[in-house]
Structure formats: C-alpha cells, structure tokens
C-alpha cells in the first residue's frame, strides 16, 4: 500500500499560479506512475495530468496542456503540479493517484489521496 498526502491548494485569482505537492510513503518502490485528478462541484472526477515514475513522461489533458506541468522527484516520493494562467474553470478539488502495476496508460490507479482544494476567483 502507498499513502499519499496533497498539499498546497488553495484561493488564487484568474491568471495566477499554484502549485500541489502530493507526498507518497509507505510501499513506494512498488509506484511505476503517478497523476492527478480533479473534481468540480456537480461533476465526475476527470483526469489532469500523469506521470511514468521511471522516467517521468507526462500525459495531460487537453484542457490543462500548456498551462499545467507536472514532475515528480523520485528521491523524495513526491509528484507535483505546476498550474500557470488558472481559469475559474479550474475549480475543483485535486486528488493525486498512485498506479502500482503499470508504467503507461491505461493505468489503474490504485492509491488515492484526501484531495486539496483550488479555487480560482474571476
């Protein structure tokens, strides 16, 4: 089992920045991709952006492609998520996930964080 911890959400305005942190311990060595998700008030759950751990290859999608980056440092069991140029539409609360049996889509994440809260203001 991986626990993962999100971190760093919260209110910014339209056109700001942030940036998420989702902290993975316990059975690590077992993580082979990484992503986050997100969830908006009256909607189901959709993918953000994914991460291959070995060799950190994205995957995002298309409404995040260009403004959102995410990384991952191996060393510290962290992934993380850039976010540039928010929209209101951006709203939502972001869970990270772990895959712990696939390197590349189609994953099946397994692991899943509380969530973290970003609100972007008009």
């Known amino acids: 089992q991986v626990q993962l911890v999100e971190s760093g959400g919260g209110l910014v305005q339209a056109g700001g920045s942030l940036r998420l942190s989702c902290a993975a311990s316990g059975r690590t060595f077992t993580t082979y991709a990484m992503a986050w998700f997100r969830q908006a008030p009256g909607k189901e759950r959709e993918f953000v952006a994914g991460?291959?751990?070995?060799?950190?290859?994205?995957y995002y999608t298309d409404s995040v492609r260009g403004r959102f980056t995410i990384s991952r440092d191996v060393a510290k069991s962290t992934v993380y998520l850039q976010m540039r140029t928010l929209k209101p539409q951006d709203t939502a609360v972001y869970y990270c996930a772990a895959d712990l049996k696939y390197s590349d889509p189609p994953w099946d994440f397994g692991s899943w964080g509380q969530g973290t809260q970003v609100t972007v203001s008009s």
């Open positions: 991460i291959t751990w070995s060799n950190g290859n994205p």
